[in-house]
């Protein structure tokens, strides 16, 4: 096997030996199945390909100073899986078939667990869509569930560091009582026209208020956003949000730090009174917010005035990422280390 260079992995997709999947059909869940192809054939009236019927879930597993390799909040996932099952009508994975379908497919690749040193951690990626044929609008009767994985390296090249975002009102990521709450292709899709508009711009990202009344806060790109003021964490409250099992994370670890937390809808005006900001999710664990600039009302709310994050952010990081490398002890029962 060629060698990788770890330190230097980007994050993209690279091959590795095995994927795992698994079928539904005539009303039940069939056997795991390992694959050495990264393609399969697909019925051209499958219902993922006309109507949408999809979701994917994205952890990821650590190798620790101790050699171990640790996946974070596995359970998690499986449960925000089942969620967006339930808002696409898919059949549900078990959520032992998700977490026996993780550990199979990360020891069968367990040669592209990056190095502890390396900073960098081997993506899961379970993806879950409607393979039988359907012309009708309706949910089709059959299911593929799939794992695989692929070694990516460090979110921020240089170190933790601080990006700038910036507000848009002419896009909406997602209606008030529509799909926004679940992880399905279909949101990333409406997303992508906004976020190459920001980073045309020398954004990081594109910042999304409500679409109702584009008064409030909503996420930053696809990720969760939190504000810290007053020894408080404060994180958007919506029906349209995904709930980013990153942003859950810290608000407990905020409260560890003794800190108060208040999920809540945040006017976006309130902006100005934050004392640092950032954007959460599994590939970043945190980003923190240099400044936000409203495009529309040409006025910035800036958060870094030298590009280094603010000391809550850096906290909250570090315990986090410790946590899973296992070089902070896993007092939440978060992590399942693979034997």
Known sequence: MEQIDWKNLGFGYM?????????????????????????????????????????????????????KIRIFRM????????????GTLMAKVPVEVFEEAVLKAIKLNERFVPPYESGAALYVRPVLFGSGPQIGVKPASEYMFIVFV??????FKGGFQTTPFVIMREYDRSAPLGMGKYKVGGNYAASLVAGE???ELG?????????????YIDECGAANFFGIKNNTYITPKSASILPSIT?????????????????????????????EAGACGTAAVISPIERIDDYDEKKS???????????????????????????????????TVVE
């Not at 056997?31 to 994205?58: D, N, P, R, W």
């Not at 692929?150 to 979110?155: A, C, I, K, S």
């Not at 954004?203 to 008064?215: H, P």
């Not at 942003?247 to 009174?273: F, H, I, P, W």
């Open 150 to 155: 692929t070694p990516v390296g460090p979110y």
């Open 75 to 86: 359970k998690d996932n499986a449960l925000r899986m089942q969620d967006s099952s339930e």
């Open 197 to 199: 508009r920001a980073h």
């Open 247 to 275: 942003n859950k994370s810290l608000m407990v670890l905020a409260v560890d730090l003794g800190m108060k937390v208040e999920q809540r809808t945040v006017a976006v005006e309130e902006l100005a009174t934050f004392e």
């Open 15 to 67: 091959k590795t030996d095995y994927n795992i999947r698994c079928t539904f059909s005539n009303g039940k869940w069939g056997e795991l199945e390992v694959h050495e192809s990264e393609y399969m054939s697909l019925h051209m009236a499958a219902t993922c390909l006309h109507y949408g019927q999809e979701s994917f879930e994205g952890l990821k597993a650590f190798r620790g100073k101790d050699g």
């Open 301 to 335: 709310y800036i958060f870094s005035h030298d590009g280094t994050p603010g000391p809550v952010c850096n906290k909250l990081y570090n315990k986090l990422r410790g946590i899973q490398y296992g070089d902070e002890s896993d007092v939440h029962g978060w992590v």
């Open 203 to 215: 954004y990081s990202n594109i910042f999304y208020l409500d679409a109702k009344e584009k008064k």
